[in-house]
Structure formats: C-alpha cells, structure tokens
Nanobody, 120 residues
Framework: QVQLVESGGGLVQAGGSLRLSCAAS????????MGWYRQAPGKQRELVAT???????KYADSVKGRFTISRDNAKNTVYLQMNSLKPEDTAVYYC??????????????WGKGTQVTVSS
C-alpha cells in the first residue's frame, strides 16, 4: 500500500493562496483516483476534491472555482492549489486514494495531514 505524506500548509491571511502537496512512497500512475479531504475542529472530515487517473476532477461546492487539484505522475505527487482562501477553509488537510462509485470512499490509511489556518 502506498504511503502518503501531506505538506505545504501554513498560516495565511484571507484572500491568500497556498499549494498543498501529497507525496507518495511509490508510483501513483496506476492509482485510479486520489482525493483531498479536510477536517475542521469539531467537524467531520469532508471531501474537498478528487482527480482520476485520466485527469477528471470534481470539487466540493464550497471550494469550486477557488481550489485546483492536479497530479504529477512523474513525481508521484498530487497537489491542491488553494486561492482566495477564507477563514472557513481552516482545517487539517489530508490526501488519500479513493474509490469513486455512487459515493467517494477513502481507501488508504490516513496520514498526519497538514494544517491550514486562514486568518480574517
């Protein structure tokens, strides 16, 4: 099972940008789909964005138009570019392999995540 390590979080002012990285311990070229999730304090973990092996992407309504998910198979890395950040984007962000059916199901173990804090 590929291990995933998230990085790139930090403290940013509202309206700012961050790019998160999810580095895999092995090749991701054969992984059908990957996703970014986030968990805010006191809330359930929620799906933010997914990307398939073919490059198809989907986003939660709350981040549509502001976040962009991408994958670089050569670097075994998935990215989440976050622009126009809002205080409500504050959360720990995680990546995972996912299975996309009627619902999207996380398939791997959860890593430590990376903290994103947006100040108003």
């Amino acid at each position: 099972q590929v291990q995933l390590v998230e990085s790139g979080g930090g403290l940013v002012q509202a309206g700012g940008s961050l790019r998160l990285s999810c580095a895999a311990s092995g090749s991701i070229s054969s992984i059908n789909a990957m996703g970014w999730y986030r968990q805010a304090p006191g809330k359930q973990r929620e799906l933010v964005a997914t990307i398939t092996r073919g490059g198809s992407t989907k986003y939660a309504d709350s981040v549509k138009g502001r976040f962009t998910i991408s994958r670089d198979n050569a670097k075994n890395t998935v990215y989440l570019q976050m622009n126009s950040l809002k205080p409500e984007d504050t959360a720990v962000y995680y990546c995972n392999t996912v299975a996309i059916t009627i619902v999207t199901i996380p398939m791997g173990s959860w890593g430590k995540g990376t903290q994103v804090t947006v100040s108003s």
